[in-house]
């Protein structure tokens, strides 16, 4: 019989050890995570998007509804027609204006950036790059010191080409390296911006 109790107690005592052990890993990948900002929590935020036919807008508003930021369209002067998106017509405007390395198609609205600290910046991917609008927007406003976080839809193209595009074109943004976005949904977007990381 003692030797039973025995057998119990120690077995008790392993369980305990054990548990403690665990809890101890939780919390220290806890405040392991908490020591790393976070940029979800940092600031006043702004998602300010280029959407010629309305799926970024989709993914902005999702940035939106996690964030709390402002949302701001860049609306061009000049609408884009279904003709001028024709990316299989050469002479098409899209295509005109990005084999144009001059091209800065002009923007229509005006906004109020001082504010912010952190800025969401979305467009379509077009041939693998930025749509020339948003070289327009970047000459316009002066985003020195500010966080910038990219983000894109396409039919199948990555980000990189467009991120390296942006990282040059100004070099006193803090760009944060953004994504790429397809048919997403909004817990897609929550996970991402909770993983963001300075
Ligand atoms: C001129 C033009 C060029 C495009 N180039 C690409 C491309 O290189 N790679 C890609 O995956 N999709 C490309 N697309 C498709 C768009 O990136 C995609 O449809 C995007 O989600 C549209 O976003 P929006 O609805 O916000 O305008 C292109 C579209 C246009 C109009």
Same mark, same amino acid.
């Given at each position: 019989m003692k030797k039973v109790i025995i057998f119990i107690i120690t077995i008790l005592g392993m369980v305990g050890v054990t548990y403690m052990g665990i809890e101890y890993q939780n919390s220290k990948k806890e405040s392991d995570k908490e020591e790393k900002s976070n940029i979800y929590k940092q600031g006043k935020v702004a998602i300010i998007y280029f959407s010629a036919t309305g799926t970024t807008k989709t993914i902005a508003e999702y940035i939106k509804n996690t964030t709390n930021g402002e949302l701001i369209e860049i609306i061009p002067k000049e609408k884009y027609t279904s003709e001028d998106l024709d990316y299989g017509n050469n002479e098409s405007r899209a295509n005109r204006e990005q084999n144009n390395r001059s091209s800065r198609p002009e923007i229509e609205n005006k906004f109020d950036l001082s504010s912010y600290d952190i800025i969401y910046l979305g467009y379509p991917i077009w041939w693998g790059d930025v749509p020339k609008i948003i070289l327009t927007f970047l000459d316009t406003y002066d985003l020195s010191g500010?966080?910038?976080?990219?983000?894109?839809?396409?039919?199948?193209? @990555?980000?990189?080409?467009?991120?390296?595009?942006?990282?040059?074109?100004?070099?006193?943004?803090?760009?944060?390296?953004?994504?790429?976005? @397809?048919?997403?949904?909004?817990?897609?977007?929550?996970?991402?911006?909770? @993983?963001?990381?300075?």
């Open positions: 500010k966080t910038v976080i990219p983000f894109c839809t396409s039919h199948s193209s @990555g980000i990189s080409g467009s991120l390296s595009t942006l990282k040059n074109y100004n070099k006193n943004i803090n760009w944060v390296d953004g994504k790429r976005f @397809g048919d997403s949904s909004q817990s897609e977007i929550d996970d991402w911006i909770k @993983g963001l990381n300075d």
